[in-house]
């Protein structure tokens, strides 16, 4: 599963890149909630929330059905 969810944050990047940030993978839980880190200007980013429910979330659920949510670590 992993490697899926580096395939489908592989194209939501560019679009986070775009605005001066960035997104990392840390982890995938037991019950299956992807674990991101936002870096450079989604880091801090007032619509960082909306960011990871609409298009992150999205994506990775649409690609990847397994997908129960995603969280932001620091």
Not at 5 to 20: F, H, T, W
Not at 39 to 52: E, F
Not at 67 to 73: D, L, R, S, W
């Amino acid at each position: 599963m992993k490697e899926k969810i580096e395939i489908a944050l592989d194209q939501i990047r560019p679009y986070l890149q775009r605005d001066g940030g960035d997104i990392e993978f840390v982890d995938v839980t037991e019950d299956n909630i992807v674990k991101v880190r936002l870096k450079g200007h989604c880091a801090h980013c007032m619509g960082a929330k909306m960011t990871l429910s609409n298009l992150v979330q999205g994506v990775l659920q649409e690609m990847i059905p397994e997908v129960k949510g995603v969280e932001a670590v620091d």
